[in-house]
């Protein structure tokens, strides 16, 4: 969540992403009044990460999700 005023990031708050990002594959559908974006992720825990079992959290604005899949498998809400 934005907010209106930055709020500083200092290095001593920094910690390992629970996660690690291998590839990412993004393609676009575009159109005048909407876009269309599918991506694949390849991620991965980060052994150097305190946060085990962390949750993954999808963050974004003004969007919808449409499908989730793990491994393939569909994930409901």
Do not use: C, W
Request: no cysteine.
């Amino acid at each position: 969540m934005k907010t209106d005023t930055p709020q500083p990031i200092r290095l001593q708050d920094y910690r390992p992403t629970p996660y690690l990002v291998d590839s990412v594959g993004l393609s676009f559908r575009l159109h005048p009044t909407e876009t269309e974006v599918h991506s694949v992720l390849a991620l991965r825990p980060n052994p150097a990460s305190a946060a085990k079992d962390a949750a993954l959290v999808l963050d974004g604005e003004r969007i919808t999700l449409r499908s989730l899949l793990i491994n393939g498998t569909p994930l409901t809400p």
